[in-house]
C-alpha cells in the first residue's frame, strides 16, 4: 500500500505516537532531546515509515505541541489522583 493512501488520520497518530514514545521518560529510560527526537524521526522519514508531511507539521510546531502534551498529561494526573483519594 502505497503511504499517501493511508488516511491522513492515520498518519498523523502514527507520527503522534512516535514522538510521545520517544520523548516522554519511562521507568527504564530517559526520554530523548526534541533535537534527538527530530533526528530520528528525520531518518524514518527517510526510510519512507512516516509521513513526510505530517512530521514537518510536527517539527514546525514541537514546541507547541509538547506544551500541549505535557499539559494534558498534568491535567490526567491530577483528576487521577483526585479520584484516588475519594
Not at 56 to 75: C, F, G, H
Amino acid at each position: 500500500m502505497q503511504g499517501d493512501r493511508i488516511p491522513l488520520g492515520s498518519r498523523i497518530m502514527a507520527v503522534a505516537d512516535i514522538f510521545t514514545a520517544i520523548t516522554e521518560d519511562r521507568p527504564y529510560r530517559k526520554g530523548m532531546s526534541r533535537e534527538d527526537a527530530i533526528t530520528t524521526l528525520d531518518g524514518m522519514v527517510r526510510d519512507n515509515a512516516i509521513c513526510p508531511y505530517v512530521e514537518s507539521l510536527l517539527v514546525d510546531n514541537m514546541e507547541e505541541i509538547d506544551e500541549m502534551r505535557k499539559n494534558a498529561q498534568i491535567r490526567s494526573a491530577i483528576k487521577y489522583n483526585y479520584i484516588m483519594a475519594q
